[in-house]
């Protein structure tokens, strides 16, 4: 928050009498009387003549009031806007008859400058038996059947209890179910028409929302509308309450709302409810539009429109000013008080399992909210902040989104002071304030005071501007071709703008906002302390250096632009060390060992190398690698440097072979271009690329391979693996042919023989005579 408005809300508070601030003036870059005034809400512009000195910047002439006195400037030429509130409409309370004036004023026009808050009073007097029109909103799912028994005598309670309150209440009735569509309602087509169980013959079609009875003052129509009601059914428990209420609350006409009355919207349930989103389930995807949608007293978008947000539902009941009263049971009570929390001027009432303590519990609803005054605004302008502070016996706080007060008697007057303030220069705009529920409204216009309102000069030159320009709001505004602060100066050939270029660094502020522009060249103003800024920008001080024990430089140099020059025998960016080398001196009495520089006594090395001396570099690549071709071609004449080996090492590494290393520490061993391994020290000298090497004389080469035993061994392993596999192949058929004579064997001796005889050698059976030796007897 910047430091205007933090003084604006400090003034805010000392006006009730808790505490008292000086007012400021918070400036910005100011070039003229507007940017004074809309810098901050207690600047003031000084428009008198030679109100600033040579080489003054005119920005001096914005400050508060009580300081430009202070300077010199006279009263009359100090330019301070103030605000201006102008009602233009302030009809007088009349809390009785059909069109009662609840609230004033009416109408009223703020011209406002930027952060200066201004305050009106709002009274409010609720009429003494001011309509009310009260619409019943029944859950008809087959759970609430119990229930609709009882509502359907509440038509001469609901009137009774209405009338204690006003003569002129009338009653409306809607009911609900949910969308007929799965996964919400069994789309079967017996169970549309009957949804209901089986044994209970009265039961109604499945619906979303229907209209029963529009707002009437008669108690036999509505038992006569109600009576005929009867339970229906859905499968889920959420129920499409908000599409109901969506509709009760945007079907003006079809409900039969009345301009002027209190409108109460009732629902009964005792189920949850579906919300925007939950009709992608079914595939709707079309977002509630928020229009009536009434056809035949049905809801005819109902499978077509998705859910309405809370957000949507509340903004609706808000601007057609109903107010909600949730008759719920008590295992959905919790849900229903969380979206009471997010629905201005609504009320939740736990219901009886059978709803007999409904009229009691819209009877203490109503009670609640018509004692309880809640004024808010609509349409805001951006950059606009209203602060309501309620005047009366049980106040709210204070608060930026609305006031409150509770506890209201019918018939007691009480009022808001409301604080307005503009943060900007805004366009002309309007906004409404009005009481929660009540058709009252205030029509507030913000009008911004952005502008001076100076004494010009008549002519257009003025000797004040050397003849060559006129006087606004105490500045010149020179003709073309003349610039300065007095026109003084001639722009010859290149135009304004390109003059005032040249006084801009890297299209910066015009001379850093620390001198005039004269003549393309910059005059630089003083400093608060007296002396000069300067430069060719006027971008130097010699006030600003870096402080050591609290003195500039130390105490030991001078200031110029920003930075110390120091005295002999110091040095450090504040002096604050003696001249010396002694910390960073080496063993080998090297600064810093050539790695780094000596500053404040102590050496501030390179990257990467380590302090206090700057001898070791841990983040530097591995020089046994890095310096490997330098050393084969130092130490072998060999390698991809062998030609060009003195001119390109000659500068960074110093190598000599030898038979055992002198050097202390890491011994590398790297193999060369030749895959010989090579075995050296280095040494760092002074300087970052500069090292001493130890070569070993002798490389350790591999042995070149023997091809002829290779080839011999190649032949024989050949040999010795076919022999090998010819023997295992002989092996396998060897065990294949003994299992299959094991296996004859086995079958064999399995086998039964039977005793017979062959016929092919078995003696005949008949004998027959031989012919030739037939004898007689």
Sequence with gaps: MDSYRLVLLILL?????????????????????????TSGPYCAWCQQLNFTKAGEQEAVRCDTVEELMERGCRMEDVISPKNDI????????????????????????????????????????????????????????????DDLANVKELGKDLLA??????KHARIGFGAFVDKTVLPYTNTNKKKLEKPCDENDQQCQAAFGYRHVLSMTDSEAEFRNQVSQQYISGNLDPPEGSLDAMMQAAVCRNEIGWRNSSTRLLVLTTDAGFHTAGDGKLAGILEPNDEQCHMGGQLYTKSNEMDYPSVGQLA?????????????????????????????????????????????????????????????SHDNIPNDV????????NNPGPAGYSEGVCDKVPVGE???????????????????TIRPQGIKDTLTVTITPVCECECARSVDSVHQHCSDKGSVDCGICRCVEGFIGQFCECSSGNKDTSALRASCRRDNGTECEGRGDCVCGRCQCHTTESGSSYHGEFCQCD?????????????????????????????EGSACQCTVSEEGCRTPNNSVCYGRGVCKCNRCECKEGYQRPHCQTCLGCPDQCLSKLNCIECLGFMSGPLKDNCNTVCRGSVHGETVEQFTIPGKECLQKDSEGCWIKFKLEQLVGEDVYRAEIDKQRECPKPPNVTAIIAGSLAGVAIIGILLLLLVKLLIHLNDLKEFRKFENEKKKSKWADDVNPLFQNATTTVANPTFTGGD
């Design 315 to 375: 903004t609706m009941l808000e601007k057609n000013n109903i107010q909600p009263i949730f008759a719920v049971t008590q295992n959905v009570e919790k849900v229903y008080k969380e979206l009471s929390e997010m629905i201005p001027k609504s009320e939740v009432g736990i219901l009886s399992s059978d709803s007999r303590n409904v009229v009691q519990l819209i009877e203490n609803a109503y009670n609640k909210l018509s004692s309880k005054v809640t004024v």
């Design 542 to 570: 010699d006030e600003h250096c870096e402080k050591f024990q609290n003195k500039l430089c130390g105490g030991n140099g001078q200031c110029n632009c920003g930075e110390c020059k120091c005295n002999p025998g110091y």
């Design 86 to 145: 102008d009602i233009t409409a302030n009809q007088a309370l009349s809390p009785e008859g059909r069109e009662p004036v609840q609230m004033r004023p009416q109408r009223i026009n703020l011209k406002l400058r930027p952060g200066l808050p201004a305050t009106f009073k709002v009274s409010f007097k609720r009429a003494v038996g001011y309509p009310v029109d009260l619409y019943y909103l029944m859950d008809l799912s087959y759970s609430m059947k």
């Design 413 to 431: 007057m009480i009022s808001f002071n409301v604080t307005v303030t503009a943060d900007s220069c805004i366009k002309t705009q309007s906004f």
């Design 385 to 392: 902040r209203v602060l309501y502070t309620p005047i009366c």
């Design 161 to 166: 209890v209405l009338k204690k309150v006003t």
């Design 13 to 37: 508070v000392s006006k009730d009498g808790l505490c008292q601030q000086k007012e400021v003036c918070s400036k910005t870059v100011i070039n003229s009387c507007a940017d004074c005034i």
